[in-house]
């Protein structure tokens, strides 16, 4: 058997951590490195943060779960939290990014369906966006290496350039539901949409009947310096689908609508054996806890625009290297004229520094949202000697 036990889908490399403590990751031979991946904008509050920690113990040694069929005091209680901290009316909470977007586009049809328009199940999604690997998920991207040998997918998606206000006004017909879009695209190459376009699509929707679908799973829960991204570009949404640091490394995800958007999903139209059971809703109250903390958001955004800062006085010293610095708050991504990949094993195997890589030849840098200056300092002082040091040549 030539098949390892794990089954092999991932390209794993040779950090193998062990154990976290607040932005380093140990691993098993006792190696640190400074985690500015964060499980890819997944552990916010860094690794081994003991609030997150004592309401897991908590609340595993009280009550871990009891099926949907029952109340849940745990969800009417966290949902309420992020319907008045959000422009949402009702929550589903899920396990994963990729099912908030699944219970996010069967609300969007549903909506329709409920509303007379059975016809209207098309969502119009965006290169080089990326909501997940599930049949749904990956039907709505046009990326060949999500969809080879997984056809047929789900239709009822039509991708189009992201950025291309007149490309979706032509498409808009009777069959469209709405608009799937990231604010900022993640895997795609750390893209943030322009101010411009989102306006657009809001504008689309409300002249047309159509509903704005956000997937927030990696650019939401204050990864921008805000709760959630769209609030700095001036709109809200009808639908949309949260994960990552909602459950800061628990696997938690929700999908958020407006009364409005969800008036098709009564009783019996969808559901979740795990999801939002009393473990995974005490996470989540003990990161909003965090979160909405006074000054929170606020040292998202200084240290956001320091990291930036930092970043952008380095380019020109490697301007062979470094091309700019793109992202909004600590979802910061350094677009580079070589290939990202190389550069990001080069950061990790010499240099203890964990970022991702991107699309379009991007580094993301996705610090826990409780760094500090220090932290910063370190960063960039590796990266500098990294930069410093690096020859792509001998690399490949
Ligand atoms: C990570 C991600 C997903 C998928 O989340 P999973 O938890 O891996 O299913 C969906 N959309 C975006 C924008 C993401 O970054």
């Known amino acids: 058997m030539a098949i390892t036990p794990l089954m092999p889908v991932y390209p794993r490399c040779g950090v193998r951590p062990v154990r976290g403590e607040g932005c380093y990751l140990i691993g098993e031979q006792g190696e640190r490195y400074l985690d500015f991946a964060s499980g890819i904008a997944v552990n916010l509050l860094g690794h081994g943060h003991p609030k997150l920690v004592g309401a897991i113990a908590e609340q595993a040694a009280t009550l871990m779960h009891v099926s949907n069929l029952y109340g849940s005091p745990q969800g009417e209680h966290f949902a309420q939290r992020l319907v008045d901290a959000t422009f949402a009316d009702t929550v589903f909470f899920t396990n994963s990014g990729a099912e908030a977007v699944e219970c996010a586009i069967k609300t969007a049809r549903r909506y329709h369906y409920a509303d007379g328009h059975p016809e209207r199940v098309k969502l119009i999604t965006f290169k080089n966006a990326f909501h997940g690997r599930t049949l749904g998920t990956i039907s709505a991207t046009d990326q060949p290496k999500m969809r080879d040998g997984f056809e047929p997918l789900l239709p009822g998606f039509e991708v189009l350039p992201f950025g291309d206000l007149a490309a979706v006004e032509a498409a808009i017909d009777a069959t469209t539901a709405g608009f799937l879009i990231e604010p900022i695209q993640g895997e795609g190459g750390l893209t943030p949409a ?148 190389a550069f990001v094993a080069h950061l990790r195997d010499n240099h203890g520094l964990l970022t991702v890589s991107a699309g379009d030849n991007v580094v993301r840098v996705l610090p826990p949202l409780i760094i500090e200056q220090s932290h910063i300092d370190e960063f960039i002082g590796k990266l500098s000697d990294a930069a410093r040091s690096y020859a792509p040549e001998e690399q490949a």
Do not use: W
Not at 255 to 279: F, Q, R, V
């Open 194 to 341: 322009t101010p411009e376009f989102l306006q657009g699509l809001r504008r689309l929707a409300d002249e047309h009947g159509l509903l704005v679908v956000l997937d927030e799973v990696q650019c939401g829960y204050a990864r921008t310096g805000t709760f959630f991204a769209h609030e700095q570009y001036g709109i809200v949404p009808d639908i949309m689908a949260v994960a990552k640091g909602i459950g800061a490394g628990f696997p938690l995800g929700a999908c958020l609508a407006t009364e409005k958007a969800a008036k098709g999903m009564t009783i019996g139209t969808h559901g979740s054996t795990y999801g939002g059971n009393p473990l995974a809703m005490a996470v989540g109250e003990a990161v909003l806890d965090v979160v909405l903390e006074p000054g929170f958001l606020e040292n998202v955004r200084t240290m956001g625009a320091r990291l930036r800062q930092a970043l952008e006085q380095m380019i020109p010293n490697h301007d062979h290297l470094f091309q700019e610095v793109r992202g909004m708050g600590l979802m910061l991504g350094l677009k580079l004229k070589t290939d990202s990949r």
